[in-house]
């Protein structure tokens, strides 16, 4: 049966999920603008990288280091070098017939020895396949941007059989992950070093590069780029560690062959630290945990590498990584919606470490090689999982505190702490029967004798009786772990195991019974007709199966119980007026306030050993059963039970 929800509130629960969603994306809105969101995003994709260790490089490449061992060797400062000796160390690298010479220096400045950059220009045009790198520089103010574009010299620029911009694209953390592989200046194209030396050693023109949003395009090659051309490379390895290097004064000195170098791409360039030209990049972290930077020779090297191969790392569109979002966070909403709170973290935390594994292998495969969101699907999974969390305790609380108001006046402090504590479990409407004693007692005559006070104005007497003689009655079931139910005038059901389970409910249920047998005499002193009759209640007790939970929602909740035990409790109590009137018919009425208490077999069963009873009490046959009820009539407790009741 589906469950009835009141439009005040479906209404209230929808603000509640509208405040939460608000909240929600406001701090969603908050990390992604203030970069957070891309900062720990670009972790992540390290880490991936880290995890998934160096790949073999295909791609014919030797470094040709400018390193501080050539520092030492030649016993002079690299940037005050002449330009002859540049000269003289790309002619012993031509010598070898390499396919692509890049120089990663830029040589924007004449030289400062005199015929020096025409010897340079010299062997780049006898070589014919070295290109040279230059570079743009962007500076940003509050209201201005300076942007410097600094080729090489004439001379050598026309000598060389192409120039490419040498930057280092980095990131907001300062690491450098990709490379621009065209930039637009000055009505120009402009590309990138990495780009010219993979065109010239494919041997295409300069005319085969195509560029549309998305994707670059060069010969047969499409390579997909972010919006300003920047394509994702797919780093080889650590640094130092994963192409080949020879020192510069190595090659000087005619140390290395010259056959070393044919057929390969040779990049000069500086990896020493003294240069500057070093950045961290997604191997930056070593094995053994040590952080190490790149130079800048290197991350061209990988870029080259990363374009011959055609391996680029991919990241999805927008519209997908959104979707991706939006997926995790609908996924946690259902979760929380449909189960319960400890499940509902269960599944999310299974659900997330699936989504990691799967971010990680698709990263991995050499064929994928994608870049799935982490950080923004976890995070809004994370801040769905707070709101909701956040909503369960309010929603607990508010119904805690209701139903702290509405069950204090009737169980003890200790049992409504335990219904507080399992509140959601009284709310199941597929909540498992339970074994408990139900115990109904009532006034004899109490009916008549408001009628009869009432015609004597004497009505505020019998709401004053009624309100000491409850009190009285709370107490004494309170004291034995009983549950008031309800109060019905002058009756009152109680219930004894439920909510909480009781081995000897039964007992309990029994000794309460004596409890408000003994304060009988003491209230009957305020019963208003005492001196024309005493004060005189029956009690009926049965125990048995039944279905116990919270009914009721919004601000009428009640805690009730269903069950045949209870209409036959009820009867039971009923009968406690026959009996009586037979007692007294055989053995006369002394005046004097009594209890007639009455337990059913299944009682009796469960505190025969603990309770002295009549037996002799003629069954019960109450309607609508056909089996005859027997029924016993307590005296007291046995002498195998506790005498005392405090």
């Keep these: ?45 390290d880490l ?20 501080d061992e050539s520092f030492e060797q ?68 509050h209201s201005y941007t300076d942007v410097t574009y600094s080729p090489p010299v004439t001379s050598l620029a026309q000598a060389a059989a192409s120039t490419g911009l040498a930057n280092v694209q980095i990131d907001r953390d300062a690491t450098a992950r990709r490379v621009l592989l065209q930039q637009y200046f000055l009505n120009e194209w402009r590309p990138a070093l990495s780009f010219e030396i993979a065109r010239l050693y494919q041997g295409l023109s300069a005319g085969s590069f195509q560029y549309r949003r998305g994707q670059v395009t060069l010969g047969s090659q499409v390579y997909p780029v972010g919006a300003d051309a920047s394509l994702l490379i797919n780093f080889r390895g650590p640094p130092a560690e994963t192409f080949r290097q020879v020192s510069m004064y190595q090659v000087l000195n005619g140390e290395v062959p010259a056959s070393t170098f044919t057929d390969q791409i040779v990049l000069i360039g500086y990896t020493t630290l003294m240069e500057h030209d070093v950045y961290p990049t997604p191997f930056h972290k070593t094995q053994s945990g040590k952080t190490t930077s790149t130079p800048g020779v290197e991350i061209q090297a990988n870029a080259i590498a990363t374009l ?48 990691l594994a799967l971010a990680f292998l698709v990263f991995a495969n050499h064929r994928l090689r994608r870049w799935l969101p982490v950080v923004p699907p976890v995070g809004m999974v994370a801040l769905v999982t707070a709101a909701e969390l956040v909503e369960r305790v309010a929603i607990e ?66 709401i004053h009786f009624l309100n000491c003689y409850t009190d009285a009655m709370v107490e004494a079931i309170f ?17 004894f195991g439920a909510p909480e389970p009781s081995p000897n409910h039964a007992l309990l249920a029994v000794r309460a019974a004596l409890r408000m047998a003994d304060l009988l005499p003491e209230l009957n002193e305020i019963w208003p007709l005492r ?19 919270i009914v009721g929602r919004g601000r009428r909740v009640e805690y009730t119980v269903i069950g045949d035990v209870v209409n036959t409790a009820a009867r039971v109590q009923d009968y406690t007026k026959e009996v009586l009137a037979h007692r007294i018919a055989q053995e006369g009425d002394d005046g004097q306030p009594s209890a007639t208490i009455l337990i059913t077999q299944a009682t009796y069963e469960q505190v025969k050993n603990h309770v002295r009873v009549d037996p002799d009490i003629p069954p019960l046959h109450a309607k609508g059963k056909a089996e005859l009820i027997r029924v016993y009539r307590v005296l007291g407790l046995s002498d195998a039970s506790p005498s005392s009741l405090d």
């Design 1 to 45: 049966m589906p469950k009835i929800t009141s439009p005040a509130r479906w209404g209230a629960r929808l603000g509640r999920i509208a405040l939460l969603a608000g909240t929600v994306l406001l701090l969603a809105a908050l990390a992604t603008l203030s970069g957070l969101t891309e900062v720990l995003e670009l972790i992540t994709y």
């Design 531 to 549: 001196d024309e009759r005493p004060l005189r209640i029956g009690i009926g007790i049965h125990s048995g199966p039944l279905m116990d939970g």
């Design 308 to 355: 011959l191969a055609g391996d680029p790392i991919r990241r999805p569109s927008s519209v997908i990584s959104w979707l991706i979002v939006g997926l995790g966070a609908l996924i946690t909403a259902l979760a929380f919606w449909r189960l319960k709170p400890l499940p509902a973290l269960v599944i999310i935390a299974a659900l997330i470490v699936a989504y």
């Design 74 to 141: 030649l016993q002079q400062n690299v940037r005050s070098w002449p330009r002859s000796e540049y000269a003289r160390l790309i002619a012993a690298i031509a010598a070898g017939h390499p396919a692509v010479i890049g120089v990663d220096i830029v040589f924007d400045t004449p030289g400062r020895d005199p015929g020096g950059d025409e010897a340079l220009a010299e062997v780049l045009r006898q070589a014919g396949n070295v290109v040279l790198a230059s570079h743009l520089s962007v500076q940003q103010g």
């Design 48 to 67: 991936r990288f880290q995890l998934r260790g160096p790949r073999s490089v295909d791609a014919p490449i030797i470094i040709v280091a400018i390193d």
């Design 397 to 462: 609380e508010r119904e805690k505190r209701r139903l702290r108001d509405r069950f204090q006046h009737f169980m003890a402090p200790d049992r409504l702490r335990a219904v507080l504590d399992h509140w959601e479990d009284l709310l199941a409407e597929d909540r498992p029967e339970i074994e408990a004693t139900v115990l109904f007692s009532d006034i004899r005559g109490f009916t008549s004798a408001t009628e009869t006070l009432t015609r004597q104005g004497r009505s505020a007497e019998v």
């Design 479 to 495: 004291a034995e772990q009983g549950v008031l139910d309800k109060v019905l005038g002058d009756g009152l059901l109680v219930l």
